[in-house]
């Protein structure tokens, strides 16, 4: 029995190139030097600048002390999942992602 390669005796379909990973590496680079090569400016709003500032000055977003309570809750088993909750607020969400593009 012979073993051919299809994509190249059909017709209509052509013989695809495919990149190695030495290929997709140097287009990687090529890329990156491209885009380094480049410079654009780029301003903050107010808010942004604000979040920015606040985030930078050492107040945390989370309560670490509450995420490793509910990290040692997963890994023991009692970690308990309130699905009518969760349901509730993507509800909530959603009615809200809604009514704000009416304004």
Same mark, same amino acid.
């Given at each position: 029995?012979k073993?051919t390669?299809?994509?190249n005796?059909?017709?209509?379909?052509?013989?695809?190139s495919?990149?190695?990973r030495?290929?997709?590496?140097?287009? =990687?680079?090529s890329? /990156?030097?491209?885009?380094t090569a480049? *410079?654009?400016?780029?301003?903050?709003? +107010?808010?942004?600048? %604000?979040?920015?500032?606040h985030?930078?000055?050492?107040?945390?977003?989370?309560?670490? =002390?509450?995420?490793? /309570?509910i990290?040692?809750?997963?890994? *023991?088993?009692?970690?308990q999942?309130n +699905?009518?909750?969760? %349901?509730d607020?993507?509800?909530d969400?959603?009615?809200?992602?809604?009514?704000?593009? =009416?304004?």
């Amino acid at each position: 029995m012979k073993i051919t390669d299809s994509l190249n005796t059909s017709p209509g379909l052509g013989a695809t190139s495919f990149k190695t990973r030495a290929g997709k590496a140097s287009e =990687k680079e090529s890329v /990156e030097n491209t885009s380094t090569a480049s *410079s654009d400016n780029v301003t903050l709003s +107010a808010e942004a600048q %604000a979040r920015a500032t606040h985030a930078s000055g050492g107040d945390q977003v989370f309560d670490s =002390k509450k995420v490793e /309570e509910i990290k040692a809750a997963i890994a *023991s088993g009692r970690f308990q999942i309130n +699905a009518g909750r969760i %349901a509730d607020g993507l509800i909530d969400t959603v009615k809200n992602l809604i009514s704000s593009r =009416k304004d």
